[in-house]
């Protein structure tokens, strides 16, 4: 009876310590939070944490790129026009105005 209690006990033991072990990637940062609250930030390589306690939030290093849109290239509609420019309507066709 006391084997089986003295395997649960090993067991529960390596359970914990699979948990409190992180690995934070060269490329990486880790930020280590305990109950809500910033405690430190870890570099690359193993990390020990407390489990159920501590929260370890990776945050990626690399340069990401983002998809840019041209700001020139407004649609008509918005282009702000002058008097000068404005067609004039004559019969529902349009003509310039000379």
Known sequence: MWSLWIALLILVHLALAFLAVKVVKQYEQGVL???????????AGLTVIIPFVDVLNRVSLRIGTMPMVDK?????????????????????TWTRTP
């Open 72 to 92: 020139r290239a407004e649609p008509r509609a918005y282009v702000r026009r002058t008097g000068e420019d404005l067609p004039e309507i004559r019969d529902r």
């Open 33 to 43: 939070f305990r109950l809500g609250k910033v405690i430190a930030v870890r570099k």
